[in-house]
T-cell receptor, first 114, second 112 residues
């Protein structure tokens, strides 16, 4: 299995809702990432987990809360989002998070905040 | 923080022609330079990468060149085909954080 699986594919939520994005990989990778991608823009790094520990937080607002329950799973908990948070949220994984590694991206969750 | 500039933002070529996309980076310690292709509505996928101890790497119709002195690297696609149409992102790795910074992207359109 060489895929990173993300659910849901699409999500519409109100500004008062709480929702979660899920990401799963079974390649034995020990680094997992959340990226945000606005239309016609490059992916922007949000968080990195390495060996289930948060290693990078790119000063992301606290309304985004990541969680890595185990080495195969990565969640992004969403609460009180703003319309400008609407974007494609991409999960990725790499072998060890030690650098010079290929990133395997999921297909993303297209999020719309109303 | 690290900055990667990518040009051009759009590129239209005729099928069979070559396409070249260029990127410039700022961190002289950067040592890993991947290129990702993102087709419309799909995930980014790595197509080729190069490390700083190598000046050029080729994989069939795709090649990447790196000039460390000038801090720029380029993607070359020869004999372009309509299925090469996509957005291409260069990236470099912040050696301190071991995280990629992406360029702004190039939309390549190959006209049949």
């Amino acid at each position: 299995d060489t895929e990173v699986t993300q659910t849901p594919k699409h999500l519409v939520m109100g500004m008062t809702n709480k929702k979660s994005l899920k990401c799963e990989q079974h390649m034995g990778h020990r680094a997992m990432y959340w990226y945000k991608q606005k239309a016609k823009k490059p992916p922007e790094l949000m968080f990195v987990y390495s060996y289930e520990k948060l290693s990078i937080n790119e000063s992301v607002p606290s309304r985004f809360s990541p969680e890595c329950p185990n080495s195969s799973l990565l969640n992004l908990h969403l609460h009180a989002l703003q319309p400008e948070d609407s974007a494609l949220y991409l999960c990725a994984s790499s072998q060890a998070g030690t650098g010079n590694e290929k990133l395997f991206f999921g297909s993303g969750t297209q999020l719309s905040v109303l | 923080g690290e900055n990667v500039e990518q040009h051009p933002s759009t590129l239209s070529v005729q099928e069979g022609d070559s396409a070249v996309i260029k990127c410039t980076y700022s961190d002289s310690a950067s040592n890993y330079f991947p290129w990702y292709k993102q087709e419309l509505g799909k995930r980014p996928q790595l197509i080729i990468d190069i490390r700083s101890n190598v000046g050029e790497k080729k994989d069939q119709r795709i090649a990447v060149t790196l000039n460390k002195t000038a801090k720029h690297f380029s993607l070359h696609i020869t004999e372009t085909q309509p299925e090469d149409s996509a957005v291409y992102f260069c990236a470099d790795e912040d050696t301190g954080r071991r995280a990629l910074t992406f360029g702004s992207g190039t939309r390549l359109q190959v006209q049949p």
